[in-house]
């Protein structure tokens, strides 16, 4: 059975950092892109980063450029999100996806059940 599980989230004051992890089980990932979505509460889910299967290629959205960091360790089959200078419109729930194609796409192969981070002003 194929699982993506995150962790890392959690409550945070503006202005701090959390790090987000996904791990995946079930098969080997190195040849998927993976990557992150958030949803917060009454809005769609949306991009936030997603990095290629080779590890060299990757996208952010506006958003969150220059404060996330995406890496991830093919060899421990998880996918990581660097989360500094947090804002409260940062909040949402974080899912992490993955997908054998497409870099970022909302109907991924794979989805995690998600992590929620919070962020206080």
């Known amino acids: 059975q194929v699982q993506l599980v995150e962790s890392g989230g959690g409550l945070v004051q503006a202005g701090g950092s959390l790090r987000l992890s996904c791990a995946a089980s079930?098969?080997?990932?190195?040849?998927?892109?993976m990557g992150w979505y958030r949803q917060a509460p009454g809005k769609e889910r949306e991009f936030v980063a997603g990095?290629?299967?080779?590890?060299?290629?990757?996208a952010y959205s506006d958003s969150v450029k220059g404060r996330f960091t995406i890496s991830r360790d093919n060899a421990k089959n998880t996918v990581y999100l660097q989360m500094n200078s947090l804002k409260p419109e940062d909040t949402a729930i974080y899912y992490c996806?993955?997908?054998?194609?497409?870099?970022?796409?909302?109907?991924?192969?794979?989805w995690g059940q998600g992590t929620q981070v919070s962020v206080s002003s």
């Open positions: 079930g098969r080997t990932f190195s040849g998927y892109n």
């Open positions: 996806y993955a997908d054998p194609i497409r870099l970022y796409s909302d109907r991924p192969d794979y």
């Open positions: 990095m290629h299967w080779n590890g060299r290629n990757y």
